[in-house]
């Protein structure tokens, strides 16, 4: 099946410099790789269950308006599973948040989903373990 999309010249630059570093010969084959992948993550993320303890971090443009006080509303909203925020300026225009969380998956996965939702976020990863 054919698709058609529209990307940022400058992210379509940077996916084709590191299809040519990995030494993909398709386009096409390295979207197929990183669509498979982002299924597999949202799975993942989807089958977990219980309490669980994670690292929550996002990269944003922190010039997008309303992101800074949008980001912080829903951390105030989850305020009761957040242990820790470093908060590192990384770029004239970037920050990263590393947000350290605990609680039931459900609501950290809602609160994920809520970050995600924000413009301004370029990306966001959640990585968790059951506590020991």
């Known amino acids: 099946m054919r698709i058609s999309m529209s990307l940022p010249k ?4 940077d996916f084709d410099e590191v299809l ?10 390295g979207i197929r790789d990183a669509l498979k992948d982002y299924i597999i993550r949202y799975k993942w993320m989807q089958d977990m269950e219980g309490e669980r303890i994670g690292i929550l ?17 829903i951390q105030h909203d989850f ?3 957040i242990n820790s ?4 300026h990384v770029a004239e225009n970037h ?3 590393v947000i350290i969380v605990e ?3 459900k609501t950290i996965k809602k609160f994920t989903e809520e970050i995600m939702k924000l413009e301004g976020i370029e990306h966001l990863k ?6 020991l």
Request: charged share 25%; glycine share 6%; with cysteine.
């Open 79 to 81: 305020q009761q599973h």
């Open 10 to 13: 400058e992210l379509l630059k």
């Open 103 to 105: 609680g039931d998956v």
């Open 85 to 88: 925020v470093l908060h590192v």
């Open 95 to 97: 920050c990263l948040e």
């Open 57 to 73: 971090t996002v990269i944003y443009d922190h010039h997008k308006t309303g992101v800074i006080k949008n980001l912080y509303d």
């Open 20 to 29: 040519n570093d990995r030494g993909y010969q398709s386009r096409s084959k």
């Open 126 to 131: 959640l990585t968790s373990i059951a506590p």
